[in-house]
């Protein structure tokens, strides 16, 4: 899709069409590179997430908090091996960076006002994996640096095989790897990978991702900057799963104090 075919759209009518679209931007919309993202966030206050480089491991990553000038300047962070390293942190209270780093007004673009849960940066280096999992948002995805492999599939709740609720995983499926599925072991799956959409993001794209799709990502470069929103939706009320998930994952994750991207305090 065009940018132009996007503004015509609106946020709108993507939520409705309900289907992903990778939207090519404009030169005169691009945002900041690692140099540029370096120098104006130099001091703002990141969570590092840390984790084996295996994409069998069963466990969650351990994080802390960290000055994004520290993931830059410490090697150690983008090239350990045996362990992956990216961070994150949620600057919606910073419009102003938002918009530098992005290169546009994304409240004028995206209309989001309260709608609006998180703006999230990311980084990470080669290799880097995120699990087959879904969000509870709607999600636009920027490219400003590196490339990102996605693999998406259709909502569902039960032919994906979900991890347990108990563990606040029910936003996890079993079968982490659309890439390679063992069919014996999940037969359910199979229609689902019919539909499955496979590309790699660049800079100047923009992935719109819809509430409850399936989605799984792993960064291709050496450096991989993206910054996504996140936008509450009435649409998770027409996916009660999601909704049953979001509610308890909101709590387990107050009650076991894991990472919640909130706001960071500390702004550049």
């Keep these: 899709m065009t940018f132009d075919e996007f503004l015509a759209a609106g946020p709108g009518g993507l ?47 351990e994080t802390r908090d960290i ?41 004028k673009f995206f209309g989001f006002g309260s709608a609006l849960y998180a703006a999230n ?14 969000d509870e948002f709607e999600n636009f995805n920027i490219a400003l640096e590196g490339r ?12 994906y095989y979900p991890r347990s609720v108990l563990r606040g995983f029910g936003d996890k499926s079993q079968v982490f790897d659309l890439d390679n599925v063992d069919l014996a072991r999940f037969p359910r799956i ?10 790699v993001l660049e800079p100047g794209h923009m992935l719109y991702l819809p509430l409850g799709w399936w989605h799984q990502a792993e960064s291709l470069e050496d450096m ?8 509450k ?16 994952t909101y709590a387990y994750r107050r009650v076991k104090g894991v990472y919640s991207y909130q706001p960071t305090e500390v702004n550049a």
């Design 190 to 199: 199979a229609p689902k990978l019919e539909q499955r959409r496979d590309f």
């Design 67 to 107: 000055r994004l000038r520290e993931f830059f300047a410490d090697q150690r962070h983008l090239n350990t091996p045996g362990t992956w390293h990216r961070v994150v942190s949620n600057i919606r209270n910073s419009p102003a960076d938002v918009n530098a780093v992005i290169g546009f007004d994304a409240e």
């Design 233 to 248: 939706s009435k649409k998770i009320l027409r996916r009660p799963h999601v909704l049953g998930v979001a509610l308890y």
């Design 148 to 159: 990102k492999r996605f693999i998406l599939a259709p909502p569902g709740s039960r032919a």
């Design 15 to 61: 939520f409705k069409a309900d289907v992903p679209v990778v939207i090519a931007l404009p030169d005169s919309v691009r945002g900041l590179g690692r140099d540029g993202v370096a120098q104006r966030l130099a001091d703002l206050s990141v969570t590092l997430f840390s984790e084996p480089g295996d994409k069998n491991h069963p466990g969650r990553w």
């Design 224 to 231: 991989n900057i993206n910054v996504n929103f996140w936008l």
């Design 121 to 134: 940066l990311w980084i990470s280096h080669r290799g880097v994996f995120t699990k087959n999992h879904f």
